[in-house]
């Protein structure tokens, strides 16, 4: 009788270790933080037609790469989304060439905002998500050349 209950007590026992990791293991969905550090030039000159935006995004590899980054403009409190799209490469850097800002009357800057969406990836310890991020950088248009006065 003894060595039946072993035998079913073993048989629980590896049947504990071997069937969660034969489904999978453990699903849980883990959190990362990401960063996002974003430069742009941040004087335009008169004759300026695009801005060149670089960047990187901090966090775990697998969060890194491969993320879309999405462009806007704002001014006012009017929101200027943008078209232009790019993915990040393997170690998470970009650069975009944005189309110049249209600034309302009266003002000379604009925030250029930078976001990242959150995205689930697989990795080796189950399920991650990659939080999503935002950077707002001002941007100024630089003041038109000062005309010379004329002496009489």
């Known amino acids: 009788m003894a060595r039946i209950v072993r035998i079913v007590l073993s048989a629980l026992a590896l049947a504990a270790i071997f069937v969660p990791a034969a489904s999978g293991g453990d699903r849980?969905?883990?959190?990362?933080?990401?960063?996002?550090?974003?430069?742009?030039?941040?004087?335009?000159?008169?004759?300026?037609?695009?801005?060149?935006?670089?960047?990187?995004?901090?966090?775990?590899?697998?969060?890194?790469?491969?993320?879309?980054?999405?462009?806007a403009y704002s001014s006012l409190g009017v929101d200027q989304p943008l078209d232009v799209t790019v993915k990040t490469g393997r170690s998470g850097a970009f650069t975009a060439v944005l189309p110049r800002p249209t600034f309302q009357p009266g003002t000379r800057s604009a925030n250029l905002t930078t976001r990242l969406n959150s995205v689930k990836r697989k990795s080796k310890g189950g399920l991650v998500r990659c939080d999503d991020a935002r950077q707002v950088q001002p941007i100024r248009q630089s003041p038109p050349p000062r005309q010379p006065r004329s002496t009489p």
């Open 28 to 71: 849980r969905v883990k959190e990362v933080n990401t960063r996002l550090s974003v430069d742009a030039v941040p004087t335009l000159r008169p004759e300026t037609t695009t801005v060149t935006v670089t960047g990187d995004v901090d966090g775990r590899r697998g969060c890194a790469r491969e993320r879309k980054v999405r462009f």
